[in-house]
Nanobody, 117 residues
Framework: QVQPVESGGGLVQPGGSLRLSCVVS????????MGWYRQAPGKERLLVAW???????YYKDAVQGRFSISTDNGKNQMYLQMNSLKPEDTAVYFC???????????WGQGTQVTVSS
């Protein structure tokens, strides 16, 4: 199992922006629904945004209007543009195919996002 590689996290002030990237297999991007998940300290990992192989996007209410998910199949990458960040967005962010979430070895290391003044 080739694991995704997430990057782009960091420390940002409330109201700021970050763009996360995820390198993932071409097969998954072209054939699976892909999602961005986040896990805050002491909490379960939750899906926040997802995109179908045809490019249709969906968002959970907590990030609707602030986050944007996209893919670049030519680069085997998926992105999460995060704007108007809030302290409650602080978490480790992961990318994965929705069909693989029950497989522990399908997850990458994630990227830490901290929103704080």
């Amino acid at each position: 199992q080739v694991q995704p590689v997430e990057s782009g996290g960091g420390l940002v002030q409330p109201g700021g922006s970050l763009r996360l990237s995820c390198v993932v297999s071409e097969f998954l991007l072209r054939n699976r629904v892909m999602g961005w998940y986040r896990q805050a300290p002491g909490k379960e990992r939750l899906l926040v945004a997802w995109i179908t192989s045809s490019g249709t996007t969906y968002y959970k209410d907590a990030v609707q209007g602030r986050f944007s998910i996209s893919t670049d199949n030519g680069k085997n990458q998926m992105y999460l543009q995060m704007n108007s960040l809030k302290p409650e967005d602080t978490a480790v962010y992961f990318c994965n195919a929705l069909t693989l979430v029950e497989q522990p070895d399908s997850w990458g290391q994630g990227t830490q996002v901290t929103v704080s003044s």
